[in-house]
């Protein structure tokens, strides 16, 4: 059975950078059909894509978000992590990370998400 | 930027059919996703590929697409069902990323 689990501190200081980890069980991050990503929350609003990387380590970001963000994985150790640099109290929000599948038409939706994981960043 | 479109909330009787709408100029070509998020939770995807319902979704559930709407329903709409719901798609820009509809709020009462 499929579980996705974010870990990482709560708190990151304006201008430092939020890193967060999921780490996949019930499945392996090594598959070649899937996608593997985040998503995040802010606090009353929407949901926001951030991005999804591969197996390989190919990576699709938000153009919001492009240059302060990077997704990596670690298929050992079978999970996969966010880095948001230079983070102000704009980026305070749940974050989720979630696995992806493609359709016919080349869109890469969400099918299974983690619980999620509340990161502030003070004002 | 590229936006998918809902109404902010919708409100329907126990027993009777939501409907919600989802618009963005991408959608003809592309495939629609519906999440459902309860309060506290985490989102749960209710419809995939436009009209599909995966397993464990009630059938109360249907979604289809038109044009460059595409729209969920909920028949028999129960008090379970409150909260609010998302469509998902690609970006229209061009490049490989995806956005999230502004957000429905559903009530039953």
């Known amino acids: 059975q499929l579980q996705l689990q974010e870990s990482g501190p709560g708190v990151a200081k304006p201008s430092e950078t939020l890193s967060l980890t999921c780490t996949v069980s019930?499945?392996?991050?090594?598959?070649?059909?899937?996608?593997w990503g985040w998503i995040r929350q802010s606090p009353g609003k929407g949901l926001e894509w951030i991005g999804t990387?591969?197996?390989?380590?190919?990576?699709d970001y938000s153009p919001s978000l492009k240059s302060r963000v990077t997704i990596s994985v670690d298929t050992s150790n079978n999970h996969f992590s966010l880095s948001l640099r230079s983070v102000t109290a704009a980026d305070t929000a749940v974050y989720y990370c979630?696995?992806?599948?493609?359709?016919?038409?080349?869109?890469?939706?969400?099918?299974?998400w983690g619980q999620g994981t509340l990161a502030t960043v003070p004002s | 930027s590229y936006e998918l479109t809902q109404p902010p909330s919708a409100s329907v009787s126990p027993g009777q059919t939501a409907r919600i709408t989802c618009s963005g100029d991408?959608?003809?070509?592309?495939?629609v996703y519906w999440y459902h998020q309860k309060s506290g939770q985490a989102p749960v995807l209710v419809i995939y590929?436009?009209?599909k319902r995966p397993s464990g979704i009630p059938e109360r559930f249907s979604g289809s697409s038109s044009g460059t709407m595409a729209t969920l329903a909920i028949s028999g709409a129960q008090v379970e069902d409150e909260g609010d719901y998302y469509c998902?798609?690609?970006?229209?820009?061009?490049?490989?990323?995806?956005?999230f509809g502004t957000g429905t709020k559903v009530t039953v009462l």
């Open positions: 998902y798609s690609i970006d229209n820009s061009g490049s490989q990323s995806f956005v």
């Open positions: 590929e436009d009209n």
């Open positions: 991408a959608l003809p070509r592309k495939y």
């Open positions: 019930g499945d392996s991050i090594s598959s070649s059909h899937h996608h």
């Open positions: 979630a696995k992806f599948f493609p359709d016919g038409q080349l869109v890469w939706a969400p099918h299974y």
């Open positions: 990387i591969d197996y390989r380590g190919n990576t």
